[in-house]
Antibody, heavy 114, light 107 residues
Framework: EVQLVESGGALVQPGGSLRLSCAAS????????MSWVRQAPGKGLEWVSV???????YYTDSVKGRFTISRHNFKNTLYLQMNSLRPEDTAVYYC????????WGQGTQVTVSS | DIQMTQSPSSLSASVGDRITITCRAS??????LAWFQQKPGKAPKSLIY???NLQSGVPSKFSGSGSGTDFTLSISSLQPEDFATYYC?????????FGQGTKVEIK
């Protein structure tokens, strides 16, 4: 059974950093297309980033240069390193797998506020 | 960027009704279109991929169609557990983009 469990969300001040984790089971992260999607309070879904099995990565414009997606093959875990955080980054962050986002984790809350 | 526009933004329906939600892409995306269901406080759940393919375990009351720029999600015989917000998403090009969502409420 595919399972994704996010962690690492927290309250952080503007300009701060945070690393989100997404622990996977039931499949191999490094063999799959893995994404981060976020949802600001009361808003819709926003795609953030993706990493391909071959290692290629893509980002939405608003996070380019600030966020980095990566994975740890041995730990079967996906990460999102978030630097220079802004209040507008406040959201629930979900990880998902599959080209069509077939499976999702339960999400982790990131709040950027002073 | 490809813009995804859903209509309506919200709708009220009764248990047992059949409803249809439309998703329009600002440019052709072939069949690279997925549909998701989200209930309050929960993660999205994938319903359909490649415009018309049902995810494993999703009941056949859900169906999707379309290609190019115009797509639909239909739900037959609405039940209380189907009242939720539905999103479409294109995965033809980057950045991936979602529709703004359609909230389905009980009449």
């Amino acid at each position: 059974e595919v399972q994704l469990v996010e962690s690492g969300g927290a309250l952080v001040q503007p300009g701060g950093s945070l690393r989100l984790s997404c622990a996977a089971s039931g499949f191999t992260v490094s063999d799959n297309y893995m994404s981060w999607v976020r949802q600001a309070p009361g808003k819709g879904l926003e795609w953030v980033s993706v990493i391909y099995s071959g290692g290629s990565t893509y980002y939405t414009d608003s996070v380019k240069g600030r966020f980095t997606i990566s994975r740890h093959n041995f730990k079967n875990t996906l990460y999102l390193q978030m630097n220079s955080l802004r209040p507008e980054d406040t959201a629930v962050y979900y990880c998902a797998t599959g080209a069509a986002n077939d499976y999702w984790g339960q999400g982790t809350q990131v709040t950027v506020s002073s | 960027d490809i813009q995804m526009t859903q209509s309506p933004s919200s709708l009220s329906a009764s248990v047992g009704d059949r409803i249809t939600i439309t998703c329009r892409a600002s440019q052709g995306i072939s069949n690279y279109l997925a549909w998701f269901q989200q209930k309050p406080g929960k993660a999205p759940k994938s319903l359909i991929y490649a415009a018309s393919n049902l995810q494993s375990g999703v009941p056949s009351k859900f169906s999707g169609s379309g290609s190019g720029t115009d797509f639909t999600l239909s739900i037959s015989s609405l039940q209380p557990e189907d009242f939720a917000t539905y999103y479409c998403q294109q995965y033809k090009s980057y950045p991936r983009t979602f529709g703004q969502g359609t909230k389905v409420e009980i009449k």
